[in-house]
Every structure is written in C-alpha cells, then in structure tokens.
C-alpha cells in the first residue's frame, strides 16, 4: 500500500461534501465568482469545486444535473494520454521512446521519409510530431490509417503543434497492443478503480436516454456492440483526439487521481514519474493555430489576465492539457488560489 497518499476517504462511490468554510473557502469568493457566471458564461453547464478530497462547491446550469453526460471534447486527449501510461506500467508498451512506425508495419514498408522513421510515442504524446497541417481528404473514412500517412513538415521534436490527428494514432496504437479499444481498455484499467462509468445504465445512454440532460458529440460513431460513451471510428478505434462523455463527477475523479499522483485508495494506478515526466517542457517552438482554435481563444484570455499562456505552460506535453475548453464543464482540484486569483482581477 502507498502510504504517502493516506486519506480520509476515496470517492470511489461518491464524493462527499463539505462546507466551503470547513475547507476554508471564503462564501464571499463563491458569490462573487456566482455574479460572473452569470454576467460572462451563459453557455456553462457545471462547476466543480474539490478541496482537501471533499466537494465543496457544486453547481449546474441550464438543466443539467449530477447524471449528466458532457462531451468532455479533447479532454478525451489527455485520458488517453494516462492509458498510454498504464499500459507502459502494465509492459504492453516498452518505451515512449518506441517509433510509431513499429506498430503499423503493414503500412511501414512504403514510408521512405527518414522524418517519419523517427517519430516516436513521445513525440505523438507531446504533440511534436512533426507531420503537415494539412488535413487529409476523406479522413473520417480510416482516420488512424490516414494520421500515419501523412506528410511531414519537420523534424520530430522540433516544433510543436496542436495534432488531433497525431492523438488518433495513439488510440490505434493503445488498441494494438492491449487488444481491446481505448474505451474498453479505459474501463478495465483505470475506470472502473475509481468509480468512473460504474453503473451499468451507463452504456448506450446516448442511445436509451438521446433527448436527456446530455451533451453528445455530433462527429465520428457510436460504440454499438459495447455502448461505451465513447465515439468510434469505422474501424471501431476510439476517437482518440475526442469522444469520450463523463459527468462532471467523474471528470473529478480525473483531476484527483492525477493531484495524488496516480495513486487511488493505496493502489497506484499511473506508473510512478509519470505525472512529474509528463509536465516536463519538450519543446519550445510553438507553430501558431487559426485564430478561431481554442487555443488562440484562450491565449487571448489567458494573457488579458497576465497569466502565462496555456502553450507556454504545455509545450512541453499534451498529458495536463485539457484543451477542448467549451465554457461547459468547468472543474478545479485542490486549493482556492486559483479562482481567488481570478476574481480579483474582474
């Protein structure tokens, strides 16, 4: 048992609650940040606030609920990104430092370019691939296939660029060498320890409940046979760029198995290092999206409040960012410096 994670209780069940004084939050901060909510984010559908392992701050909007599953967008991105490491820990994979072109080998014997060679997990998990912006024609037909067939524009390593494409290529990757898909794999390994997707009425919810307090992403397919809230391709790969849906609570449960370290109820669960080595910088030339991509929105946001952008922070890895960032699900682990930081300066 990892002891240096002791606590009072894990939310493997429920969360419990507590009152923001008992977890010395001031109630003023709560009813200030309430005011903004309402004046600046009309499209927010919860907000979550847990500190010192108790909810201490709950609240949903627009009629959404607790059972409400949110497209949680390319958050999907860094779950994958802790699969990736489980299955590390687990011995499926060996390395991020293992070539992508090692899994594909079907597809490897035609690539001559020495750039593609050299791409590796890390490079994919750190959006570093270095492949072309240019996205492929007719992609949703074999989306993994057509990611590793891309051009390259560099290097490997060399420059960083938001890669959706590049996280799809994980996904078909986790799935060759664990054998089950991303959502499967997501919930024997990692799931299920924390009480993520624990009810059985959970599967083909966006088939048996479409009209409900729910938030579905519109692109790629529906798991048929399984029901995991978790798109598919053709091929039946998770998405691995998006598609996952979790409720508020258990995004939650995300954050704090992450803010322990990969540690839940005694057990580690990420491989130790993992969290600490996915944080490290990798790479400091950033290539720049569109204007209208979320990063750029919240670039502007960001730098309004002197806060270091969210490319500064993360060029080094895609595994703590969290950038599909819709004005939905809003969720804060730990301590109130973060929010009693923000509303100072509105």
């Known amino acids: 048992m990892d002891t240096q994670h002791i606590r009072d209780y894990w ?11 008992d977890m010395q939050i001031d109630p003023a901060l709560l009813s200030h940040m309430q005011e903004y909510i309402e004046a600046e984010l009309p499209g927010l559908h919860s907000l979550l606030i847990v500190r010192h392992g108790y909810l201490a701050f709950e609240a949903y909007y627009q009629g959404f609920h607790q059972n409400s599953y949110h497209n949680i967008a390319s958050a999907t991105k860094s779950i994958l990104s802790l699969l990736i490491g489980i299955a590390l820990g687990e011995g499926k994979l060996t390395s991020v430092d293992q070539p992508m072109l090692a899994f594909f080998p079907e597809w490897s014997q035609w690539e ?23 996205f492929p024609h007719e ?9 590793v067939k891309r051009p390259m524009a560099h290097q490997p390593g060399e420059v960083f660029r938001y890669d959706s494409q590049g996280v799809d290529i994980l996904a078909g990757i986790l799935t060759r060498v664990t054998g089950m898909s991303a959502a499967a794999y997501a919930h024997t390994a990692l799931f299920a320890e924390v009480g993520i ?7 083909f919810t966006w088939k048996n409940d479409p009209q409900g307090a729910h938030t579905w992403h519109g692109d790629a397919l529906w798991d048929e046979q399984n029901g995991y809230l978790w798109k598919v391709d053709p091929q039946d ?40 080595d996915a944080r490290r910088r990798r790479c ?22 002197g806060t270091r952008t969210w490319f500064e922070e993360y ?8 950038s599909g960032w819709r004005e939905s699900t809003s969720i804060k682990i730990s301590s109130s410096s973060f929010f009693e930081n923000f509303l100072s300066q509105q």
């Open 284 to 305: 400091s030339s950033v290539q720049r999206a569109s204007s209208l991509s979320s990063r750029s929105f919240l670039e502007e946001r960001l730098s309004a409040q």
């Open 11 to 21: 939310p493997t069940d429920e969360w419990q609650t507590a009152s923001p004084q």
């Open 197 to 203: 997707w624990r009810e059985e009425n959970a599967r």
């Open 315 to 322: 060029a080094s890895s895609l595994w703590f960012c969290w």
């Open 112 to 134: 001559t370019d020495l750039r593609k060679q050299a791409v590796t997990l890390c490079h994919l998990l750190s959006l570093t691939g270095g492949f072309s912006p240019e």
């Open 237 to 276: 790969y998770s998405t691995g760029a998006f598609g996952a849906h979790l409720t508020a609570r258990e995004m939650a449960k995300i954050g704090y198995l992450c803010l322990n370290q990969g540690v839940w109820n005694g057990k580690r669960l990420l491989p130790e290092g993992l969290l600490p």
């Open 139 to 147: 992609y949703w037909l074999n989306p993994v296939q057509l990611a």
